[in-house]
């Protein structure tokens, strides 16, 4: 497969109004949508939400455009969760969906994701016949008759539905009575039908961040700013707190003691359940090259395996459709529950924790006890050339005898970033001084080769991030 123009791991996503995430490439990539989508089984109609960015109204508009030009309905939702718009589109049997968010980023930015009739993440392969039809100027001669053009209308119950789509989730003889709630919606596309779920299960909920203006989306709140909703829990003696990101596809929890519960911890506290419950599909958890080694290891001692693919969420989902895995996620918060769902979906992720709490009688600090991170330390060093790291005199060595020193309770990353000329040391281990060692003494090997290739003899600056904490 060729290299990607568009498509990342996640959809096209980019500035807002800049290409390519224009309003001129958002009709492209709806006409190529209904094109790809046309022989998929289903009703003619494609479902198409967003999120709360401003810029949302421009791109919704533009997709529409470039659907119905092509002959194919179009199902307007509104805001909605991206799980919420998966799951309207393979309940309404249509041919595909389309979500209009830019996630966990900044206003700035706008994004579009794509569903197949399932309700998951289109292939590879359609991805790439989209960009063949866009970038070949495939589209024009594939343009509807006047007559045949498609129609747009709005399916005002959505939210209703997947209400209660979500509260089906959750066990029949539980409520969720006496439980108070800090719920944090990042001013994104959860901040209606999540606080709602909740209360109508029972809960004593308290909404933060519900307030969308088209500007606020992920600003300094939700997911990405856990210790917010932390402190509110605090002040109101909450028994948890749920922090989702703009499109609610992720989530970070703390617990009564305003300690941050993150995808890791979720994971360890539901694969433990699931077990016991006879229901982890093959007794696996599947996460990435960025989960901590404190969760596999915890996992290992329980018999549980646990399996790392590349980091995103659609490689952890592939590899559970893969082998028929039911669990799986990330740090960050997607978790994937894929006996109940077809995308990560922080609002489900929160209920299945809070049906754990109601199922032990215990509050989560207990609960996330049996999983303890491993301390973190990432270092990053400026390089000049992306040197392949063998090929660094003593580096490999240094590497083998810091594996031989870990004894199979760390680990080590190595890489280069893909976007700048930076090379990445992280390590994990038990013991906070020693993997710091450990990094300090790897990066200077590194930093010292790169500075023999620069003329002024000088070493690239360093930069030290411990994610321990």
Known sequence: ????????????????????MD?????????????????????????VGKDTRLS???????????????????????????????????????????????????????????????????????????????????????????SDMGRAFRVDDAAGRYIQYLKSTFPN????????????????SGYRVSPMVLRELGADVIPTCVSPNGLNINKKCGALYPERMAKIVKERKADIGIALDGDADRVILCDEKGNIVDGDAILAICATHLQKKGSLAKDTVVGTHM????????????????????????????????????????????????????CGDGTLAALRVLSVMCQQQKPLSQIASIFEKFPQVITNIEVSAKIPFQDIPGFSAALKDVEAKLKGRGRHLIRYSGTENIARVMLEGENQQQIQGFADELAHIIEGHMSKKKDDKQKAPRIGLDFSA
């Open 1 to 20: 497969m060729g290299e990607r123009k568009l498509f990342g791991t996640d959809g096209v996503r980019g500035i807002a109004n800049k290409y390519p």
């Open 23 to 47: 309003a001129p490439m958002a009709i492209k990539l709806g006409q190529a949508l209904a094109t790809v989508m046309r022989d998929v089984n289903g009703l003619d109609q494609i479902v």
């Open 56 to 146: 949302g109204y421009v791109f919704e508009s533009s997709l529409v455009a470039g659907i119905c030009s092509m002959g194919m309905n179009v199902v307007l939702v509104g805001p909605l969760p991206t799980p919420g718009i998966a799951f309207i589109a393979n309940s309404m049997r249509a041919k595909g969906g389309a979500m209009v968010s830019a996630s966990h980023n900044p206003i700035d930015y706008n994004g579009i994701k794509f569903f197949d009739h399932d309700g998951f993440k289109l292939s590879d392969e359609k991805e790439a016949y989209m960009e063949q039809l866009i970038f070949e100027d495939k589209l024009d001669d594939l343009r509807a008759e006047p």
């Open 173 to 188: 003889h539980l409520t969720l009575e006496g439980i108070r709630i800090v719920i944090d919606c990042a001013n994104g």
């Open 291 to 342: 989960s901590n080694m404190g969760l596999e290891l915890m996992l290992k001692e329980r018999g549980i395996n646990f399996l790392r693919t590349n980091v995103g969420d659609r490689y952890v989902m592939e590899l559970m459709r893969k082998e028929g895995y039911n669990l799986g996620g990330e740090t960050c918060g997607h978790i994937i529950f894929l006996h109940h769902t077809n």
